[in-house]
Every structure is written in C-alpha cells, then in structure tokens.
Nanobody, 115 residues
Framework: QVYLVESGGGLAQAGGSLRLSCRTS????????MAWYRQAPGKQRDLVAT???????NYADSVKGRFTISRDNARNTVRLQMDSLQVEDTADYYC?????????WGRGTQVTVSS
C-alpha cells in the first residue's frame, strides 16, 4: 500500500516562511519523481514543483525563486521550503507521485497566508 502523508502547513504572515514535508511509504522512494500541487478554494489543482530521482527540479513560474523542493532519500521524504510567502499562496498543498501508471496523493496540508 502506498501512503503519502503531508505535514507542516499552518498560518503564516505575508513575507514569512513555512516548510512542508511529505513522508512516503510503500514505494521505492529514491527512484520516484515527486511533486507538490496546490489547490486554492474554488480553483483547480495546480502543479507547484517537481523533483526527479536525479535531484533535478522544476517550478511553476508563480513560485520560482521563492519555493524550494528537496528530497531526503534516507527518510523517504520530500519537502517544500516556502519563503517570501504571499497571500496568493493560500491553498491546500498536496504531495503526489506515480507508480505503475497510478497517481497517488496525500490528503493535503492547509497553508494560509495573511496580509
């Protein structure tokens, strides 16, 4: 069974920082591409960042230079460091991976940024 469990969300002020973590089990984590998505109220779920097994990364334009995705293969964990937070970053954040053509998602962690 594949599990993805997010943590680290909460309330932050604009300009502040939060760090999200996603712990996984049931997969050979080190070979998997991992991703963070977010979904704001009433909006579609959007890709925020990805990290490949070789450590290469990609970011949505809206978070480039502010967010950093990283992976800890020893702990089967992917993280999202979010700096210079903006009110527009308020959303539920989800961890995602694909295994045997099936997409797996965590239950999400809520991030609220106040002005």
């Amino acid at each position: 069974q594949v599990y993805l469990v997010e943590s680290g969300g909460g309330l932050a002020q604009a300009g502040g920082s939060l760090r999200l973590s996603c712990r996984t089990s049931g997969i050979n984590f080190k070979i998997h591409r991992m991703a963070w998505y977010r979904q704001a109220p009433g909006k579609q779920r959007d890709l925020v960042a990805t990290i490949n097994s070789d450590g290469s990364t990609n970011y949505a334009d809206s978070v480039k230079g502010r967010f950093t995705i990283s992976r800890d293969n020893a702990r089967n964990t992917v993280r999202l460091q979010m700096d210079s937070l903006q009110v527009e970053d308020t959303a539920d954040y989800y961890c995602q991976t694909t295994w045997r053509s099936v997409d797996y998602w965590g239950r999400g962690t809520q991030v609220t940024v106040s002005s």
